[in-house]
């Protein structure tokens, strides 16, 4: 063995979990290093800490992987397709999309799957809503609470009470957790007879009503221009979409965690709370709050009256991700800033947006925001906290930060018109042209 090979054998480590052997490859390789300091084996063990709560909310459900190679302060990318190489204990199912293609999933099912696919710099756990002898009907409604810029957590706890208490009368038990980040999630377990089309209508009326009911906190519009306040996210529950799970570990500088919760203490807690460092000894003192989730399973039936109710009034659908079809009683799938009107076949802009910067690092697209900023200071001293627009996009397999500016509070004659982004590094660009070349052909 030369010394290469030795060098990289030595920089390996195996796990024995419950009699199943997982490679450890570069176990210190650091994953964290700002707020904290935590390698890849650090990530490995708290898992491993949690496993039983982390299980909960993944195991018999494929699994995207979302893969952070470079550590949490890198750029991940999204792999549905499982690994060649996979240990034979570790299952798969193969998943169809709404795009028509098909993909051999993951299936997590133990420890040992666990800390196998952590090791690939899973750091986020990202299940399907089903289970793998049901792939077309969702066993979960997932309420995601989005806070937009500026929006403080005492809002996000709001929204979660008028969340809880509209459940309850619905006859649904919510189970709720902190996103790990700015918000919270509430997931419902229910029957798997509907499909994820209903699934959504589901959560679409959901998100309405909440909306009516704390109409200056919470939005259900799609269109970021348009929102104030909590967003609830209704097109999380749309076939391929996933959301990070239980317990999930995410690239924040303090490695905080999703944390699963009772209702009672969403009024004392916060966010930061939930960490890498202090979870494990939470869960060996409480154990997992979601544990009796499974035993709740609850129906559609009164949600989906109500969704019928707000297309007899004449609310049709709301807009899909774009990368889906075209769906039934949709409405034209355009933000309101590059709407037409009725009458017209020119364009009119609502809301004045230019786009600042795309780039596959949100440092560096901040960084360019800091630029315009500087160039442009007489007009940035007009823009409110929600003007600024972050947005987190999302292609086959990579993401990347898109920020936008609306410059409705900047006085016409100061206004900057729109540039050559900086930095403009759309990595789905190429894509969408040849894909445009190839319609126009």
């Given at each position: 063995m030369n010394s290469d090979a030795m060098a990289k054998e030595e920089a390996a480590e195996?796990?024995?979990?419950?009699?199943?052997?997982?490679?450890?490859?570069?176990?210190?390789?650091l994953y964290f290093s700002r707020a904290v300091r935590l390698t890849?084996?650090?990530?490995?063990?708290?898992?491993?800490?949690?496993?039983?709560?982390?299980?909960?909310?993944i195991r018999d459900r494929p699994i995207v992987l979302k893969?952070?190679?470079?550590?949490?302060?890198?750029?991940?990318?999204?792999?549905?397709?499982?690994?060649?190489?996979?240990?034979?204990?570790?299952?798969?199912?193969?998943?169809?999309?709404?795009?028509?293609?098909?993909?051999?999933?993951?299936?997590?099912?133990?420890?040992?799957?666990?800390?196998?696919?952590?090791?690939?710099?899973?750091?986020?756990?990202?299940?399907?809503?089903?289970?793998s002898e049901n792939l077309e009907h969702p066993d979960e409604l997932r309420i995601d609470l989005d806070p937009g810029p500026g929006v403080g957590w005492a809002d996000v706890r709001r929204v979660a009470s008028e969340a809880q208490a509209l459940l309850g009368e619905l006859g649904l038990r919510g189970w709720p957790k902190t996103s790990g980040s700015r918000g919270m999630h509430v997931n419902v377990r229910i029957v798997p007879r509907w499909s994820f089309t209903e699934v959504r209508r589901a959560a679409l009326a959901f998100s309405r009503?909440?909306?009516?009911?704390?109409?200056?906190?919470?939005?259900?519009?799609?269109?970021?221009?348009?929102?104030?306040?909590?967003?609830?996210?209704?097109?999380?529950?749309?076939?391929?979409?996933?959301?990070?799970?239980?317990?999930?570990?995410?690239?924040?500088?303090?490695?905080?965690?999703?944390?699963?919760?009772?209702?009672?203490?969403?009024?004392?807690?916060?966010?930061?709370?939930?960490?890498?460092?202090?979870?494990?000894?939470?869960?060996?003192?409480?154990?997992?709050?979601?544990?009796?989730?499974?035993?709740?399973?609850?129906?559609?039936?009164?949600?989906?009256e109500l969704a019928a109710r707000d297309?007899?009034?004449?609310?049709?659908?709301a807009p899909w991700p774009p990368h889906f079809r075209k769906m039934?009683?949709?409405?034209?799938?355009?933000?309101?800033?590059?709407?037409?009107?009725?009458?017209a076949k020119t364009r009119r802009t609502k809301m004045p947006l230019i786009v600042i910067a795309n780039s596959p690092s949100k440092d560096a697209a901040l960084q360019g925001l800091e630029r315009w900023k500087a160039r442009y200071a007489d007009a940035a001293k007009h823009l409110a906290t929600d003007d600024v627009l972050v947005d987190s996009m999302r292609g086959r397999s990579s993401t990347w930060t898109r920020i936008r500016v609306n410059l409705r509070h900047v006085p016409d004659a100061i206004r900057p018109s729109q540039e050559t982004p900086d930095p403009d590094d759309d990595p789905t660009r190429a894509w969408r042209e040849a894909r445009e070349r190839k319609r126009g052909g």
């Open positions: 195996v796990l024995t979990i419950a009699g199943r052997d997982v490679r450890i490859t570069h176990p210190d390789k890849k084996r650090d990530i490995v063990r708290y898992y491993l800490a949690v496993a039983g709560g982390a299980l909960g909310g893969r952070f190679v470079n550590g949490a302060e890198g750029e991940p990318f999204y792999q549905k397709r499982a690994p060649g190489g996979r240990p034979k204990w570790l299952r798969t199912v193969t998943l169809s999309f709404p795009s028509g293609r098909t993909a051999e999933e993951i299936v997590v099912d133990d420890p040992a799957g666990l800390a196998w696919i952590v090791n690939l710099g899973c750091i986020e756990l990202h299940p399907h809503a089903v289970r009503e909440i909306e009516r009911r704390a109409p200056s906190i919470a939005t259900s519009k799609w269109w970021k221009e348009e929102r104030h306040g909590v967003f609830l996210d209704y097109n999380q529950n749309a076939k391929d979409r996933t959301t990070c799970s239980a317990y999930s570990v995410r690239p924040l500088p303090d490695a905080r965690v999703s944390a699963p919760l009772e209702w009672s203490e969403i009024a004392d807690c916060e966010p930061a709370d939930f960490t890498v460092a202090t979870m494990p000894a939470r869960y060996q003192s409480l154990g997992d709050p979601h544990a009796a989730m499974d035993e709740c399973a609850g129906s559609l039936a009164a949600l989906l297309e007899a009034a004449g609310l049709g659908d039934e009683g949709e409405a034209a799938r355009v933000a309101p800033s590059r709407a037409k009107t009725a009458t």
